[in-house]
């Protein structure tokens, strides 16, 4: 996790001022990949703990409060667990649409820990917000395989 | 008879069996999210501070050299694909486009400095004045008081009391301050449209000549006026006002010792009188607020 916030902050960073947030696409694909292995329990949790080492290292490189990321990819993921509980992880719509409710939450979650009340919301929506999202559902399919393949055997 | 080919292959795959998330997991979930907010409060309050910059100072070498690699592949992206041969063609054509950048910045100047010699030579050449040109480097921003930085100072062989001319397309050179003060490389020139200057001037009018004090007026709402005139000396609208030098003349250990005589500085707009005296609000030749590049007379040959 480290090693992916790192490069998530230097590689991924695009000249305008977006990266591509490749931790939270990363453990809402391992969290998907948990909910349809053998001991759900198990996988969830470890995901879990990757979203805090992961959100903690983007807080460090990112200089805002510690806690911070680690919270919204925290909330981003159990949210994806909940909804995902009951449904068949199969195709790849189920992976774009965890990724996109998890970007929307962990945008809002962020926009509300850092910027508090200083935003104005539909212009933040319309300007930050939406092509986070869009960035971020670029490469959701390749590191979802790629991650299904590095844990094809703790699965 | 019973075709097996057609039965359904039973389903194993790991996927489709759908189990009941724990409660565990989701308890584990809120547990790390309170953490994290304990770690908002605790680092909002600064008590994570040495932690966190002891973590960030051992990443800080790891990230910069990963944004240098960033950097490297960006510039890679940006350059032109192809034959190295191209790639070098781009550099050599890159370093030839910055050579002729310096050179014709260095030519620009070289046409501005040109500009303010020929300037500078004619009026040299109606004047019996050695000037040393100067560019104007700061206007003061207070409204307050008028008052101009200069570009040069006392290793120039400025000195306190020395007349500043300028001179504005299709107008004459005019008087537009003194030098108040000067540095080594810079000096502060009052304007003569500030309340504080007050030089002698002369009016020249029909053969004859009046003196006065010219006095600045910025801060009364105008420009400049001729103060303490005798009323029986003839002053008309549209007369020209120059320089009395009268500090000179009278040979006063003063700054404004320095000021030649002759300097035109602007003509009459409106004459009134008081009592034995008359006053004459004046328009200067040059205005000094329009003014970017100045002359600083050094002295005057005899």
């Known amino acids: ?155 | 008879m019973h075709d097996l080919l057609n039965d359904k292959p039973i389903k194993l795959r790991r996927s489709q069996i759908r189990l009941p998330l724990g409660l565990r997991s989701l308890l584990v979930g809120l547990f790390l999210c309170g953490l994290a907010v304990l770690l908002i409060a605790l680092d909002g309050q600064g008590k994570l501070g040495s932690a966190r910059a002891f973590v960030q100072q051992g990443l800080a070498p790891v990230a910069q050299v990963l944004t240098g690699i960033r950097g490297q592949v960006d510039a890679f992206a940006m350059a032109p694909f192809g034959d190295a041969a191209i790639q070098a063609r781009l550099q050599e054509l890159e370093r030839e486009n910055s050579r002729l950048a310096d050179q014709l910045l260095r030519l620009e100047q070289a046409q501005v400095e040109n500009v303010f010699l020929r300037q500078q030579l004619q009026i040299q050449r109606e004047h019996p004045w050695t000037l040393l040109g100067a560019e104007v480097t700061v206007r003061s921003p207070d409204a307050g008081r008028r008052v101009i930085v200069i570009a040069r100072g006392t290793r120039d062989g400025l000195a306190p009391g020395m007349a500043v001319i300028s001179q504005l397309p299709g107008g004459p050179t005019a008087l537009i301050g003194i030098v108040e003060a000067a540095g080594p490389r810079t000096a502060e020139v009052l304007l003569i449209t500030d309340i504080s200057s007050q030089i002698s001037a002369r009016v020249m009018n029909e053969g004859r000549s009046a003196l006065g004090m010219m006095q600045g007026q910025w801060q009364n709402g105008s420009r400049l006026r001729l103060n303490q005139v005798d009323r029986g000396l003839p002053l008309k609208q549209g007369a020209s006002v120059m320089t009395a030098g009268m500090t000179a003349a009278l040979n006063l250990p003063l700054d404004l010792a320095s000021v030649p005589s002759n300097i035109p500085v602007g003509v009459i707009e409106e004459v009134r009188t008081a009592e034995n005296y008359q006053y004459a609000d004046l328009r200067p030749f040059v205005d000094p607020d329009q003014v970017r590049y100045v002359w600083v007379i050094l002295n005057q040959d005899d």
């Open chain 1, 1 to 155: 996790m480290l090693v992916l916030a790192l490069v998530q902050v230097t590689l991924l960073s695009t000249p305008l001022g977006f990266s591509v947030p490749l931790v939270l696409i990363v453990v809402i694909s391992g969290a998907l990949l948990s909910m349809g292995a053998a001991f759900p329990d198990v996988g969830v949790q470890r995901v879990l703990r990757w979203a805090l080492y992961g959100g903690l290292t983007l807080d460090i490189l990112a200089a805002t409060y510690l806690g911070t990321h680690a919270l919204a990819l925290l909330t981003a993921t159990l949210v994806v667990v909940v909804l995902a509980r009951r449904i068949r992880i199969e195709g790849i719509m189920i992976p774009l649409l965890a990724v996109l409710i998890a970007s929307v939450i962990y945008e809002l979650v962020l926009a509300l820990l850092i910027n508090r009340g200083m935003i104005e919301w539909s212009t933040y929506a319309l300007l930050i917000m939406l092509p986070s999202i869009l960035i971020t559902l670029i490469p959701t399919l390749p590191i979802f395989f790629l991650v299904r393949w590095l844990l094809r055997n703790q699965l």
